[in-house]
C-alpha cells in the first residue's frame, strides 16, 4: 500500500528564512506521480506542483524548489526567502497507477508559520 | 471564470439527520472526488466518480453516499449512520482519472458541524 510520510508536523520561522518542509513516500509501482498543495487559512486546496517517477530533475519556480530523489524516496519542498504570505498547511501526496485508476494519497500535512 | 463551487461553507445539523454537501465544476473535468479533513489530518478519500452515473468508494465511504446523475455536479449525502460526522469536506474534480494522474482541483470546502 502507498503510504505518504509529513514528519514535520509545524516550523515557525521568520520572514526572509529559507525553509524545507520533508516528504517521504512508500509505494511498490515504478509509475507514480507526486505531488504538493497549499492550503491556506481559507480552507480552499491549491495545486503547487506535480511530478512524475521517471523525472528526476528538480524544479524551481520563483521562491520554490523541489528535491526529488528516489533513491530516498524522497520529495522534498524549499521555500526560499519565506514571506507571511506563505503561512499554510502545505501537503504531500502520492498517486499509483498501477491498477488503471489513480487516487491520491495525502501526507498529514506540515503547518508552516511564517512570523513578520 | 472555471472552478469549483461548494455550498454552504458552514452547515449545522443536529445528530440522526441526513444532510447533503454540494459541489459544482464548470472545468469540464471528468472526474470528480469527496475527501474528509480531520483536524491535524490528511485528506481522506470518500468517494470518487470517473464518469457520469459511476462511482467507487473511498478508503472511508462508510455513512456517505453520493450520486453523479451530471457531470458538473457530484453531491454528498452524509448520513445518520456517519459516527463522527463533523469534519471539513473538500470536494476535487480532475481531467480525468486514468493512468496519467492529473492534478486535481480543489473547491473552497463545507465545514459541517453536527450536534
Known amino acids: 500500500a502507498q503510504k505518504v510520510t509529513q514528519a514535520q508536523t509545524e516550523i515557525s520561522v521568520v520572514e526572509k528564512e529559507d525553509v524545507t518542509l520533508d516528504c517521504v513516500y512508500e509505494?511498490?509501482?515504478?509509475?507514480?506521480?507526486l505531488f504538493w498543495y497549499k492550503q491556506p487559512p481559507s480552507g480552499e486546496l491549491v495545486f503547487l506542483i506535480r511530478r512524475n517517477s521517471f523525472d528526476e530533475q528538480n524544479e524551481i519556480s520563483g521562491r520554490y524548489s523541489w528535491n526529488f530523489q528516489k533513491s530516498t524516496s524522497s520529495f522534498n519542498f524549499t521555500i526560499t526567502a519565506s514571506q507571511v504570505v506563505d503561512s499554510a498547511v502545505y501537503f504531500c501526496a502520492l498517486s499509483e497507477s498501477g491498477s488503471g485508476y489513480s487516487t491520491l494519497t495525502f501526507g498529514k500535512g506540515t503547518m508552516l508559520l511564517v512570523s513578520p | 471564470d472555471g472552478g469549483i463551487t461548494q455550498s454552504p461553507k458552514y452547515l449545522f445539523r443536529k445528530e440522526g439527520q441526513n444532510v447533503t454537501l454540494s459541489c459544482e465544476q464548470n472545468?469540464?473535468?471528468?472526474?470528480m472526488y469527496w475527501y474528509r479533513q480531520d483536524p491535524g489530518q490528511g485528506l481522506r478519500l470518500i468517494y470518487y466518480s470517473q464518469i457520469v452515473n459511476d462511482f467507487q468508494k473511498g478508503d472511508i465511504a462508510e455513512g456517505y453516499s453520493v450520486s453523479r446523475e451530471k457531470k458538473e455536479s457530484f453531491p454528498l449525502t452524509v448520513t445518520s449512520a456517519q459516527k463522527n460526522p463533523t469534519a471539513f469536506y473538500l470536494c476535487?474534480?480532475?481531467?480525468?482519472?486514468?493512468?496519467?494522474?492529473?492534478?486535481?482541483?480543489f473547491g473552497p470546502g463545507t465545514r459541517l458541524t453536527v450536534t
Open positions: 509505494t511498490r509501482d515504478t509509475t507514480y506521480y
Open positions: 476535487a474534480s480532475s481531467i480525468d482519472l486514468d493512468y496519467n494522474s492529473y492534478e486535481q482541483y
Open positions: 472545468l469540464n473535468h471528468d472526474a
